[in-house]
């Protein structure tokens, strides 16, 4: 190994501490801030000493929570960013191209309109059973034919079914206004109203699908090489790709569930973090882990601040932040380069 790479390894390496550092530091902020602020003593008594304060209550109950579900989401939506954008060879790609925030957000109007389902807690089920079935059909569909399911073929499968989903949901909406008035607070994206069931609903599935991302990170690196180079290196092109689509899902439909569709963080976050790791996916996915619950919470927290004693749900800034963003990597010529 040469000198340069083992520096070059070093510099991402200590970048990545720092970057871990701040999301702490972030963490901190989102449960201190918000329409009543918190002293660091306050929120260390509610830890160590709790009660039935109200102070402990907000800390405990709320934002606790929320600051968890925001790292959990954050994390899947940049780690699953930077599968498909690599995976789909798109550099525009994000976790809505397989339509898995379309699958999502049908079965939590089915569950609301037909089922009356009503809590946050049983929407998370039906919304990652959503995410899950129409992420098979996508795979299914662009399987067929010679070639099997290419990142092209993949694109425009999940794009024709997402948009498929979103007349049936705009239907069914039309007809039941009970049904929009209710899912309309999830369909926006937030971090608020989540409690820790909530939390522990998606655990198992965004936790599997952050270590799957890592462990597919070198057979990507080989894949971006091009497919005659990566079975060359030993790669097993179907597999990987299964898997990935597997990754892809229960990071995407864990995070829809939890936090409702939230869009630009897995298109921004990969790009952002490609300025300092370059395209190597060993390095790009963990960034992304770390930057994109960054990007999330400091954006939540923004939300909270900027509209005392209301606040703005987070799906809103992430959409006003990201809108820029996107128009800026439509214009960059360097884009298509991962």
Request: charged share 10%.
């Amino acid at each position: 190994m040469s000198r340069n790479h083992r520096g070059g390894a070093a510099w991402r390496g200590a970048a990545l501490l720092v970057a871990l550092v701040l999301l702490v530091l972030v963490c901190a902020l989102s449960v201190g801030l918000g329409a009543m602020d918190m002293s660091p003593a306050n929120v260390i008594s509610a830890f160590l000493s709790p009660d039935d304060s109200y102070s402990t209550l907000i800390v405990t109950s709320m934002r606790v929570p929320r600051t968890l579900v925001g790292l959990l989401a954050g994390a899947a939506l940049g780690a699953s960013g930077a599968l498909m954008q690599t995976m789909t060879r798109n550099p525009l790609a994000d976790p809505g191209l397989l339509g898995v925030n379309a699958g999502a957000a049908t079965a939590v109007v089915f569950a609301v309109a037909f089922l009356g389902m009503s809590s946050l807690s049983s929407y998370v089920w039906f919304s990652f059973a959503g995410a899950l079935a129409i992420s098979l059909l996508v795979y299914a569909v662009s399987s067929t034919g010679r070639g099997g399911a290419t990142p092209v073929r993949l694109a425009l499968a999940g794009t024709a079914v997402g948009v498929v989903l979103t007349s049936i949901i705009q239907a069914v909406l039309l007809v039941q206004p009970v049904t929009f008035e209710r899912y309309r607070f999830w369909a926006v994206g937030a971090l608020a109203g989540r409690d820790l069931a909530v939390v522990w609903q998606v655990v198992p599935f965004i936790v599997a699908g952050l270590v799957l991302a890592l462990f597919l990170a070198p057979s990507l690196n080989a894949m971006a090489l091009g497919e005659d180079s990566a079975r060359a290196l030993g790669v097993r092109l179907g597999r990987t790709r299964v898997f990935g689509a597997i990754a892809i899902t229960l990071l995407c439909g864990g995070a829809t569930a939890a936090a409702g569709p939230i869009g630009f963080v897995g298109l921004a976050v990969p790009h952002m973090v490609r300025f300092l790791t370059g395209p190597d996916q060993r390095w790009v996915i963990p960034y992304s882990m770390v930057v994109a619950p960054i990007l999330l919470l400091s954006a939540d927290i923004a939300g909270r601040l900027v509209a005392r004693p209301s606040e703005l749900e987070v799906g809103i800034v992430t959409a006003c932040l990201g809108a820029p963003v996107f128009m800026w990597l439509v214009r960059r010529r360097k884009v298509a380069k991962l």
